[in-house]
């Protein structure tokens, strides 16, 4: 006999990879709405200039988090890499007159090859010593070109040609505004399709144990040096576009505290997790805005929201709520 008892509970839910699967397209239909919403929102040029800083960090941090998140490898020297991008393109463009595609692309090669020719000595160290290693890269990047004053304008800046496709002049906010809103919405595509591909969930066990990656086959070093060298290429073509936009650069962009804001970023959103990211990203960059006019208090505040971040989420804004929003569904 046929029983009409209907099936246990559990038998009707979604399996996990097709929740997953729906909370990544919710959050790129999400992520689409607000790109193309902003610009009609936003009341003038400052604003979407701001957008436009949070839309490259955002991609700084997101690169960075593969590193940092999914790897497990310590970076306190991206901010050299952005460096290195920003003033590639322009040295390229201005002295050696190649085109700007062609300027970013050279540049984002050359920084690809150093990134590679660091990974074995550096990558070979751990914890403090491997922060350490990539510190003292990110200050070499940072007096290169503060001294180098012949090719880099030194301490007084350097100017920036236009941005150029096919002869057509990159210019205005709004016209920036689409390329950097793009540019974010394809690495926040490409890195969730990175992380759940075999490569990716090879390099999350790396985060694990490398000895057990290593049994289980995974070539740690090739892995290892594989996301270092892509983390630093996406923050190089970043620095190099945000160079053409801003029109104007100096050494600040690659010092220290660069590095540390997009480590912040990464720690504030959430480690292992690209909308972690985004949301750091977010946060860092439009929270200087809001608490600008508290006249010297803002800083206080700011750590403030910072410690208790770290305090009572230690894994991070999004994953911590994404946690406690699987908890409390049904």
Request: proline letters at 4%; glycine letters at 12%; a neutral charge.
């Given at each position: 006999?046929?029983?009409?008892?209907?099936?246990?509970?559990?038998?009707?839910?979604?399996?996990?990879?097709?929740?997953?699967?729906?909370?990544?397209?919710?959050?790129?239909?999400?992520?689409?709405?607000?790109?193309?919403?902003?610009?009609?929102?936003?009341?003038?040029?400052?604003?979407?200039?701001?957008?436009?800083?949070?839309?490259?960090?955002?991609?700084?941090?997101?690169?960075?988090?593969?590193?940092?998140?999914?790897?497990?490898?310590?970076?306190?020297?991206?901010?050299?890499?952005?460096?290195?991008?920003?003033?590639?393109?322009?040295?390229?463009?201005?002295?050696?007159?190649?085109?700007?595609?062609?300027?970013?692309?050279?540049?984002?090669?050359?920084?690809?090859?150093?990134?590679?020719?660091?990974?074995?000595?550096?990558?070979?160290?751990?914890?403090?010593?491997?922060?350490?290693?990539?510190?003292?890269?990110?200050?070499?990047?940072?007096?290169?070109?503060?001294?180098?004053?012949?090719?880099?304008?030194?301490?007084?800046?350097?100017?920036?040609?236009?941005?150029?496709?096919?002869?057509?002049?990159?210019?205005?906010?709004?016209?920036?505004?689409?390329?950097?809103?793009?540019?974010?919405?394809?690495?926040?595509?490409?890195?969730?399709?990175?992380?759940?591909?075999?490569?990716?969930?090879?390099?999350?066990?790396?985060?694990?144990?490398?000895?057990?990656?290593?049994?289980?086959?995974?070539?740690?070093?090739?892995y290892k040096t594989g996301v270092f060298v892509l983390s630093a290429v996406i923050?190089?073509?970043?620095?190099?576009?945000?160079?053409?936009?801003?029109?104007?650069?100096?050494?600040?962009i690659a010092n220290f505290m660069m590095s540390v804001e997009v480590v912040t970023?990464?720690?504030?959103?959430?480690?292992?997790?690209?909308?972690?990211?985004?949301?750091?990203?977010?946060?860092?960059?439009?929270?200087?805005?809001?608490?600008?006019?508290?006249?010297?208090?803002d800083t206080v505040v700011f750590g403030l929201i910072l410690a208790l971040t770290?305090?009572?989420?230690?894994?991070?804004?999004?994953?911590?709520?994404?946690?406690?929003?699987?908890?409390?569904?049904?």
């Amino acid at each position: 006999m046929v029983s009409l008892t209907s099936a246990p509970a559990s038998a009707s839910r979604p399996a996990p990879a097709e929740i997953a699967g729906e909370s990544r397209w919710r959050g790129l239909l999400a992520l689409g709405a607000v790109i193309v919403a902003l610009p009609f929102v936003l009341p003038n040029a400052w604003y979407t200039d701001v957008a436009i800083h949070v839309a490259i960090q955002a991609v700084n941090a997101i690169a960075l988090n593969l590193l940092i998140g999914f790897t497990g490898q310590i970076s306190l020297g991206h901010a050299g890499f952005f460096g290195i991008g920003a003033y590639g393109s322009a040295i390229l463009t201005a002295r050696f007159g190649l085109p700007s595609i062609a300027a970013l692309a050279v540049t984002a090669a050359a920084t690809g090859l150093l990134a590679w020719c660091l990974a074995g000595p550096i990558l070979r160290l751990k914890g403090h010593s491997l922060a350490m290693a990539t510190l003292g890269f990110g200050i070499i990047v940072s007096i290169v070109i503060t001294n180098e004053a012949a090719w880099t304008g030194g301490p007084d800046g350097l100017s920036v040609d236009d941005f150029r496709i096919f002869g057509l002049r990159i210019a205005g906010e709004k016209t920036w505004y689409w390329i950097f809103a793009g540019v974010l919405f394809v690495a926040v595509v490409l890195a969730q399709n990175f992380v759940d591909s075999p490569a990716g969930r090879a390099v999350q066990a790396l985060h694990g144990s490398e000895t057990a990656a290593a049994v289980a086959g995974v070539d740690v070093k090739a892995y290892k040096t594989g996301v270092f060298v892509l983390s630093a290429v996406i923050v190089s073509i970043m620095g190099s576009l945000s160079a053409h936009y801003s029109g104007f650069i100096n050494p600040g962009i690659a010092n220290f505290m660069m590095s540390v804001e997009v480590v912040t970023m990464v720690v504030l959103g959430g480690m292992a997790s690209v909308w972690g990211s985004v949301v750091g990203a977010a946060l860092l960059g439009l929270l200087p805005q809001f608490l600008a006019g508290l006249e010297g208090w803002d800083t206080v505040v700011f750590g403030l929201i910072l410690a208790l971040t770290v305090i009572f989420m230690p894994r991070g804004i999004v994953p911590t709520l994404a946690a406690r929003f699987r908890r409390a569904a049904p």
